[in-house]
């Protein structure tokens, strides 16, 4: 996805608004224009029926029961992590342990693995463009095993620095932390080559798949890493649950992170065995709904076609891209070519709160502040940004909506054009 290429003149348009009620909800007066979708995509129809059909039809515990119900919701459970599978293009369905999100799957990462693997003196690699869910568990593990951290730098144009990168890299590196698709910026990391990079140096690699798995096809053998992680909510499922994928041969080598029901496979007050993965770390009653609301909004989006999804939002972006460079006033923060579904911009003399604040009341809803990656923002020398951040049901009026809208904070600020 090059934003540097112009917008054809006949692009690519989905049109799946219908298929969102939630859109069709006037705010404050004006129809809703919703660019928030990097903090929580909309829900499709299709997901909203999945949950209500199994609270209705199939609810029960799954996994231990003998009777039908607990039975089905089991198959239906276990769907979903075949279905996880699918869009990861992972291995064996064993290698997906689900989570509730990017968050919970990063942590499980570090309190497992690192626990049992990092020690004194050894070195986690992180980027400039990490999300605060790729930073803080890292550095609570190191300051309890006296490890260290070591960052790639970020280029003025939003980029990791790669040769930066490859120079940090080393016999005492054990981990690369990577995000996919910045959150704050949407620069795409070139992950396979990272990985690569990494593996050379001895390192195992994590990838941080939130803003990817929405926008793209990800192919976690394609790209080689041993760890990768989303959440549901990212890609038109609901809040409360999400996967990490693992490769089979780390995993199944790993302790259990958290303990209870369903974990083991023998108890006593002496000691426990545990259960096999994945279910080793899967502890107590799950999300069984979000897991089965998860299913279908996996099977919305590849009904659809990722690609489809991609080149509809390449679209949108570019065109949102040009109009926010025409306006004065606007700076845009992250400028590489290889971008996905993000626009992050200053305008001159408006605080970005103020400016959401003042969008809302236009029914367009952006994200104003650090989007959980402050470092990145003391980088740039900001407090934060203004972010639209894109969806399979965005079009090009919905930017021509922003571009108003900012136009009528300027007027309102006395700044931008006269």
Not at 72 to 94: C, F, I, K, M
Not at 113 to 128: I, M, P, Q, S, Y
Not at 176 to 197: F, K, Q, Y
Not at 269 to 276: D, G, Q
């Amino acid at each position: 996805m090059n934003v540097s290429t112009l917008a054809e003149a006949t692009p690519l348009v989905l049109d799946q608004r219908a298929d969102f009620p939630i859109l069709a909800r006037p705010i404050k007066g004006k129809q809703l224009v919703y660019l928030d979708n990097g903090a929580t995509t909309q829900k499709p129809n299709v997901v909203i029926r999945a949950i209500v059909d199994y609270y209705e039809q199939s609810n029960a515990n799954i996994h231990r029961g003998v009777h039908w119900l607990s039975q089905h919701s089991t198959d239906l459970y276990e769907q979903g992590r075949e279905r996880v599978r699918s869009l990861l293009n992972a291995a064996r369905p064993e290698e997906i342990v689900f989570t509730r999100g990017t968050t919970e799957a990063i942590n499980l990462v570090a309190n497992s693995w690192g626990r049992a693997n990092l020690k004194a003196g050894d070195e986690v690699v992180l980027t400039g463009l990490e999300h605060h869910s790729n930073i803080v568990p890292w550095q609570m593990l190191c300051e309890q095993v006296g490890a260290h951290i070591k960052v790639a730098p970020v280029t003025d144009c939003g980029e990791v620095d790669l040769d930066a990168y490859r120079a940090l890299l080393g016999p005492r590196t054990k981990l690369v932390g990577i995000v996919h698709v910045s959150n704050a910026l949407g620069t795409i990391n070139p992950v396979a080559e990272m990985t690569r990079l990494a593996h050379e140096a001895g390192a195992l690699v994590l990838v941080d798949g939130a803003q990817a798995v929405a926008h793209a096809r990800v192919d976690v053998q394609s790209i080689g890493c041993d760890f990768y992680a989303f959440s549901g909510h990212k890609i038109y499922g609901p809040t409360g649950i999400g996967a990490l994928y693992a490769r089979y041969d780390i995993l199944k080598d790993m302790s259990p992170w958290q303990g209870g029901g369903d974990m083991i496979y023998t108890v006593s007050f002496e000691r426990s065995t545990y259960a096999e993965v994945p279910q080793r770390f899967e502890a107590g009653t799950p999300d069984i709904a979000g897991v089965i609301g998860l299913d279908a909004a996996i099977a919305y989006v590849q009904e659809i076609g990722l690609d489809a999804i991609a080149a509809h939002e390449h679209d949108v972006l570019v065109y949102g891209t040009e109009q926010l460079q025409s306006l004065p006033g606007v700076r845009l923060i992250g400028t590489s070519d290889h971008k996905a579904g993000i626009l992050s911009f200053v305008v001159e003399g408006i605080h970005p709160h103020d400016l959401g604040t003042i969008l809302d009341t236009e029914g367009v809803a952006i994200r104003a502040g650090h989007h959980c990656a402050m470092p990145l923002m003391t980088r740039f020398g900001i407090p934060g940004t203004a972010r639209a951040s894109l969806a399979l049901y965005n079009t090009r009026q919905d930017i021509d909506a922003l571009i108003a809208a900012l136009r009528k904070a300027q007027k309102l600020f006395g700044t931008g054009q006269a």
